[in-house]
């Protein structure tokens, strides 16, 4: 997971409350995006970014707003928890978006409880 | 659209037993293929890869060969050890996109001495 970093790794919220899921990679990659993780549904795309500036929607993207104002950033901001985006989120990059044989990388992961 | 089917779990091993985890796709195109692993606590890690059709990815003694007419991945190990154990993921890419990653639900992978 070397050169993608998230923070924080872990966060207990309140139900209403906001929050930022931070993302920052050092390896210079166009593309970024945020994952999320439950139990039995492996990992589902909530947001992603082929490049500053740009941002779409993956299959989950309901309840999230997300920003890409430099390469290296890609915060994640949750606008009024509920206790259904309980998760574990990554945040991944890979080199360049449209080549789908490009390796992706993804963070060590940051653990987010809603009660 | 795009998806991934992969053989649930969970599953535990005896050392040196054989591994196959199933995984198989539904996409448009010609997608590349990945498996990647999530140990305890830790985030996924690329395992292999293979980006066209017979194309055989191989890493750490995993193996995974491309097959699409069958439109398989299936992940092998000929003999596994106890430091296999984690959750494995079969992913693909779409193929001409924006390289986002489709995931199977995972296969928690337990082996026992």
């Known amino acids: 997971n070397a050169g993608v970093t998230q923070t924080p790794k872990f966060q207990v919220l309140k139900t209403g409350q906001s929050m930022t899921l931070q993302c920052a990679q050092d390896?210079?990659?166009?593309?970024m995006s945020w994952y999320r993780q439950d139990p039995g549904m492996g990992l589902r795309l909530i947001h992603y970014?082929?490049?500053?500036?740009?941002?779409d929607q993956g299959e989950v993207p309901n309840g999230y707003n997300v920003s890409r104002s430099t390469t290296e950033d890609f915060p994640l901001r949750l606008l009024s928890a509920a206790p259904s985006q309980t998760s574990v989120y990554f945040c991944a990059t890979t080199p360049s978006p449209g080549s789908s044989g490009n390796t992706i990388y993804f963070g060590e992961g940051s653990w987010l409880t809603v009660v | 659209g795009d998806s991934v089917t992969q053989m649930e779990g969970p599953v535990t091993l005896s050392e040196e037993a054989f591994l196959t985890i199933n995984c198989t796709y539904t996409?448009?195109?010609?997608?590349?293929l990945f498996w990647y692993v999530q140990y305890p606590g830790e985030g996924l890690q690329l395992l292999l890869k293979?980006?066209?059709?017979?194309d055989k990815g191989s890493n750490k003694g995993f193996e995974a060969t491309y097959r699409k007419e069958t439109t398989s991945f299936h992940l092998e190990k000929g003999s596994v050890q106890v430091s296999d154990s984690a959750v494995y993921f079969c992913?693909?890419?779409?193929?001409?996109?924006?390289?986002?990653?489709?995931f199977g639900t995972g296969t928690r992978l337990t082996v026992i001495p």
């Open positions: 992913a693909l890419s779409d193929q001409g996109g924006a390289n986002n990653l489709f």
């Open positions: 293979a980006t066209k059709a017979d």
């Open positions: 390896m210079n990659h166009e593309y």
């Open positions: 970014s082929v490049g500053a500036g740009i941002t």
């Open positions: 996409a448009t195109g010609y997608p590349s």
